[in-house]
């Protein structure tokens, strides 16, 4: 296993400063976010300039690259487009894993299905996996729904957020059936009724986590996800949360 940090810690900023931050806090793996909503790196960016968006990837001051997020809003076969432009950015970059996230609640299963399908198979074309990002208002915060698809679309992963499981509609379920689905995992401190506290103030229990992801063999990321909080030094909650899992490693 290795601890990671994933760009969205540090969204304000340009991508090549998210690099240098990362490795003044002496991370040495980092996550890249594509999303059509930020600043620095879009879908549609990938699409337009292939070129462009291998070399700033490539170029993150000896940081290793354990996986891409995608946030992709185009809709239709663009959407599609747009992915398998992400996997051939995936595939020169040499990186394995992406995050996407899954349907809003109330989409309709069968048709959730038919979608991560056809990622899986655009992907597997560039030999990189597809994992579903845990998250509170869509299919994925049911852990039961994350089995059910996972063994629907053969390949299929999860982006463990355990913070989803903990602060939520299913807060107190077991989600230990997910490790042996497991692709990647986003973690931070996380309490019932706050996604986020301060490290050490909350309920995530990572050396637990890391032992269940051992008896799985997992050898991928730990992707430190921490969004900025009011009164808080960002870069000390960083800092403390990388030392805390490398201690237990």
């Known amino acids: 296993m290795i601890v990671a940090a994933t760009t969205e810690c540090y969204r304000e900023l340009p991508l090549p400063d998210v690099f240098e931050k990362l490795l003044d806090l002496e991370y040495s793996a980092v996550e890249i976010a594509i999303d059509e909503e930020s600043d620095y790196l879009k879908p ?38 747009q992915f398998a432009a992400c996997c ?8 394995a894993t992406l995050t996407v996230p899954s349907a809003e609640l109330g989409t309709p299963f069968n048709e959730e299905v038919e979608h991560l399908r056809r990622l899986v198979s655009i992907a597997t074309l560039e030999s990189a996996c597809v994992s579903m990002r845990s ?4 299919l994925t915060e049911d852990p039961d729904t994350v089995v059910v698809l996972c063994d629907n679309v053969k390949g299929l ?8 499981y903990i602060c939520g509609p299913h807060a107190g ?7 042996k689905y497991t692709y990647n995992m986003y973690l931070r401190d996380t309490s019932k009724d706050k996604l986020q506290v301060r490290i050490g103030q909350g309920e995530v229990d990572y050396g637990r986590l890391i032992n269940l992801l051992r008896k799985e063999n997992y050898d991928r990321a730990l992707t430190v996800d921490l969004a900025r909080l009011p009164d808080l030094d960002h870069d000390a909650e960083m800092r403390k949360l990388r030392l805390l899992l490398e201690s237990l490693l």
């Open 157 to 164: 992963g999860v982006t463990l957020d355990p913070s989803h």
């Open 173 to 179: 379920r077991s989600y230990d059936k997910l490790m």
């Open 135 to 138: 998250q509170i208002g869509r």
């Open 44 to 81: 549609s960016d990938v699409v337009a300039n292939m070129e462009k968006a291998v070399t700033l990837c490539r170029n993150t001051h000896r940081l290793d690259i354990t996986g891409y997020a995608l946030n992709i809003t185009a809709k239709g076969e663009e959407h599609y487009e």
């Open 88 to 95: 051939k950015l995936a595939k020169a970059t040499k990186v």
